[in-house]
């Protein structure tokens, strides 16, 4: 995955305008494949992380969700991981640049962890859900653009995650929704106020599902794969 001279050139430094930073964002999304390895002739880190698998290649990062038997759901450690991975690219000056994807090709997150999920209390599911939004303002407001390679399912969680990022690039598997709101739970990570900046076309947040191919997922993926 090697980005071509111009587009080195950009990343490197010199975008500084927003025409330039479109410029960083085309590149990194040209040179992206949903199918290939990413980790392969990576520069690897020293943070403990034990859900998400990170890695820095030139001045791109690299952020995958490494829970694929449960369809990367999101815990509390999930959560800890991708704020210590993101604080890192924010800082590494030479980091012009992430991409965030899921492990295994069935989601990219899922959404919540349900087995953790039943056993907390209020008081722990409002901090959580707290700290949440907090490690999704991080994501949205990191000064970098971040993609989100989404292969598969982004549900609840997943699909705020998603819409949190720069950029949402889709597989043909990949499939957004709120589905929470069903059981009548507002969306806990910004979804309701991220959703309608996404998709201005809709004022609110539907519990209707649908693919990156559906008419109606057009102000969520910017481009398919």
Known sequence: MRAPSKCKNLIVGKARNRPQRLSVIKCL????????ELFM???????????????KKGAIAYVTLNRPKVLNALNKRTWEDLKA????????????????TGAGDKAFIAGADISELTQ?????????????????????????????AVNGFALGGGCETAMACTIRIAAENAKFGQPEVKLGVI???????????????????????????????????????
Request: aromatic share 4%; glycine share 8%; proline share 2%.
């Open 29 to 36: 999304t040209n040179n992206l494949n949903l199918k290939e």
């Open 41 to 55: 002739s990576t520069t690897t880190t020293e943070l403990n992380l034990e859900t998400i698998l990170y890695a």
């Open 85 to 100: 991975a993101f604080e890192d690219a924010q800082d590494d000056d030479v980091v012009r640049g992430v991409i965030l």
């Open 120 to 148: 907390v209390s209020a008081v722990e599911a409002e901090k959580s859900s707290t700290f949440g939004q907090e490690v999704l303002n991080l994501i949205e407001n990191l000064g970098k653009p971040v993609i989100a």
């Open 187 to 225: 969306p806990g990570g910004g979804g309701t106020q991220r959703f309608a900046a996404a998709h201005r076309e809709r004022s609110r947040a539907s519990a209707h599902s649908f693919r990156r191919n559906d008419r109606s997922a057009g102000g969520l993926s910017h481009r398919t794969r």
